[in-house]
């Protein structure tokens, strides 16, 4: 009973950004990571970035230096800030959250339904 919606794509430039936002919302106690992935067609899913919650962080090399993932856990919100956006970021980019349920404390790993960016030459 968590539920993960994804927001903030779209169609941007070649050099353009975009910042995408990954609420979560239910029966949560606590979210212990939450990881940005993306899925184009043709290729398989990759870990773009990941946040846990002692703050570190991890980019998959094709965006370090232009993408940044940050967090608001008073909001349940994860963000993350693309620049230097490029055609081969192309993808459908959808969010993860692993964390534990209130009450029973059990884990929970739930997926957003994705969102769509996409970024024109």
């Known amino acids: 009973q968590v539920q993960v919606v994804e927001s903030g794509g779209g169609l941007v430039q070649t050099g353009g950004s975009l910042r995408l936002s990954c609420a979560s919302s239910?029966?949560?106690?606590?979210?212990?990571?939450v990881g940005w992935y993306r899925q184009a067609p043709g290729k398989q899913r990759e870990l773009v970035a990941l946040i846990r919650d002692d703050g570190s962080t991890n980019y998959a090399d094709s965006t370090k230096g232009r993408f940044a993932v940050s967090r608001d856990n008073a909001k349940n919100t994860v963000y993350l800030q693309m620049s230097s956006l490029k055609p081969e970021d192309t993808a459908v980019y959808l969010c993860?959250?692993?964390?534990?349920?209130?009450?029973?404390?059990?884990?929970?790993?739930?997926w957003g339904q994705g969102t769509q960016v996409t970024v024109s030459s």
């Open positions: 993860n959250a692993k964390g534990y349920y209130s009450g029973s404390y059990d884990p929970f790993d739930s």
């Open positions: 239910g029966r949560i106690f606590r979210i212990v990571a």
